[in-house]
Structure formats: structure tokens, C-alpha cells
């Protein structure tokens, strides 16, 4: 018995040893040690205009970048330096991306004990003037954005085999409403009765997570308010279903989207079958130029957590072209309301010029009209070419 006691006594402290070797082991190997890791100064998405950040590395060993471009615009990031050895601040320069879309690259860093894959995304400074593809859009203001905020997206008419526009809209990716929404209006857009309620979907050119679900309403007295009428685009079911992109849908008072708004809907189809084509511009207001409105909440209810803002104001701006004895006339005029409940006609009070509207705004709008045809046309109205206003 006193033999096997010792022995057991023996072995329980070497094992007690073992376990206390081994905890300081452990310890002893990297007591202090600090992960290798590459984190960018700004962000891995930044604006479109020519900048430079730096890359921080922080590693006790060498490494080394590599810098692949998965999309268009090779070489538009340059790495300084590429190679070295501990903490280093690595420069990135880049210029300007004017493209209509976001550019991206994939940065790859080598430490001596494991290998980073870092997502660099620029977004675009997309302007009108230098896209020649959308140079002949009547409907579109001008824009020029960092794309930090904002989204340029357009959609064709799937009905004509993708060949002729349905809308265009600039989206805010902060607030989560569209700014504006521009389109061509004429007879053929509106002559079915197809209503699809296609809620839901988001818009395939914007980042689902930017998008609220408008699968429901909005918490409160607002509707999914379109900014492209849903009636506007009812030849085709494929076509409708675009109007119900969230890209397209404000939180509107159900008391104005059903009455006062809608007859000004209803007005602008009137005066599109009246002419050769009406261009459109239907915009959300939060603040006006210069202004200091303050801005107001709700929620889509599938994405509580995703606030959307309110507009305090909408507008539509609006182009009339005819082509009369082989010579285009144009005529314009613009609608601005307060977003507050109202109902009745359109009246006189409600009307602005085109010149006006761009005051409130900050931007120019219907930008690839001729500026001689502009100056002519924006800077009043005449009531002959536009029924149905009330005094």
C-alpha cells in the first residue's frame, strides 16, 4: 500500500509539471504577438474623384501586394511600395472614374504566415456630358456625382426587346428614396390595362442592401408612392413590373398620392397623348438649394431596420416635343407641391417654370436640350399648351 501511495503521489506530479510546462509553452511562444493585418486609412470604397489613401500593414515579418482588377479599367490603382518588411503605410493612388459604374480591384498581401484578399471598390463620377450613350435622352437633368451616395440606374422596355428606354432614375443610396426618375411618355407606354403588383423585387443595378424590401407598406399614413405611374407603364406586364423598384418608390402621404398627385398623374398621361412625346421628370425633395428643411423618417415594414427618408416636396418637370412642317417645337413647364395632404385639380398656384424649379433645385434639368431651345422654353409657360389647369 505505502509502495503504490508513493508511486501514485509520483506520477500525479510529474503530471502537474506537465500541465504547468505546457501552459508556459504556450504563453512563452507569442506572449505579446499582434496577428499580421491590412486595414485601408479611408474605407474599401471610396469616391470616384482622383485621390490617395494609404494601405496600413502592421507585421513583424516581410510582405508583398499583388493587385488584380476583376472589371474594366486595369491599372487604375497604383500600390507604393509593393515589398517590405514590418509596420509600413502603403500609398494608393488613383485617378478619377468617370465610367457610368463602379470599378473594383482585388489587393492581395503576403505575410511570412498567411495571405489577404482585400476588396478595394471606387465608385464612378458618372456625367452626362461624357457619355455619349445618353447624350440624345431628352428627359435626363445633368448629374455629377461621387457615386459615394449615389446610384445612376436605367431600365429598357423589355417589350421592345430591351431596344427603347423605360426609365432613369438617380438614386440615394443614404436616404434610400430616388431624387428623380425621368422617362419618355407617349400613347404606346399606356395603351394596355396591365397592373401587375410586382412588389418586391429591387432594382438589379443597385446593391440589394441599399434597397428597402418594398414587399409592405410603410409604417404610418404613407404609401408606395411611384414616382414613374404604374398607368404609365401598363402595355406590358414585363414592363410594369420595373415601375416596382424600389428605385422608383417614395413614402408619400396616402392623402396626397391619391388625390392631388394622382390627378396630376392623370393630367400628365392626358397631355403625353396629346403630343408627340412628353418627357418627364418626377422628382423627391428633401431639401431645396441653399435650404435647411429638415429631414423626417419612416420605415419600410419588411426592413425595420433600414430607415427610409421623407421628401418635403415633388415635383415634375415636364417637356412637351412636337414635330411640326419638319421642325421640332418644344414647350415646357414644371408642377411643384408641398408634400402635405391634398386633394383636387391642378391649379395655377401649383405651376412653376422650368428656370424656377431649377433655382429650388441646384441642378439643370432636360441637360441635352439645346441651350438656345432652354433659354426660350424654361423661363416661362404658356397655358395654351397645357389643359386642364385650374385657376
Known sequence: ????????????????????????????????????????????????????????????????????????????????????????????????????????????????????????????????????????????????????????????????????????????????IPIWVAYPLCKSYMEGNTRTNQWGPKDPNIPADKQPDMGLSYQGNYDRGHMLPSASRDNNGADNNQTYYPSNITPQLDRLNQAKWANAENLVRSWAEGCDTLYVVTGAVLQTAGGNESISYTYAKRSPQMKVAIPNYYYKALLQYNEIDGQKVYQAIGIWMEHKAASGAVTTADLITIDKLEEKLGYDLFANIDPTIQSQIEAKYNLIYWNGIEN
Not at 486595414?39 to 485621390?51: I, L
Open 1 to 176: 500500500m505505502s509502495m503504490t501511495y508513493k508511486a501514485m503521489k509520483y506520477l500525479a506530479t510529474i503530471a502537474v509539471m506537465l500541465v504547468a510546462v505546457s501552459c508556459q509553452f504556450q504563453g512563452f511562444e507569442n506572449p505579446n504577438h499582434t496577428p499580421s493585418s491590412a486595414t485601408f486609412s479611408v474605407g474599401a470604397t471610396v469616391s470616384g474623384n482622383t485621390a490617395q489613401q494609404f494601405l496600413s500593414l502592421t507585421t513583424e515579418g516581410d510582405w508583398s501586394l499583388t493587385i488584380d482588377y476583376p472589371t474594366e479599367g486595369e491599372n487604375w490603382c497604383t500600390l507604393s511600395p509593393t515589398s517590405g518588411t514590418g509596420n509600413t503605410n502603403v500609398m494608393m493612388s488613383f485617378g478619377k472614374n468617370e465610367g457610368d459604374g463602379e470599378r473594383s480591384a482585388v489587393i492581395t498581401v503576403k505575410f511570412d504566415d498567411t495571405t489577404l484578399h482585400l476588396d478595394f471598390v471606387q465608385r464612378s463620377t458618372f456625367s452626362l456630358a461624357n457619355n455619349t450613350q445618353l447624350k440624345g435622352w431628352a428627359e435626363l437633368p445633368e448629374f455629377a456625382d461621387d457615386r459615394q451616395r449615389y446610384y445612376f440606374t436605367k431600365h429598357m422596355l423589355p417589350s421592345s426587346g430591351n431596344t427603347q428606354r423605360s426609365f432613369s432614375a438617380l438614386y440615394d443610396a443614404q436616404y434610400k
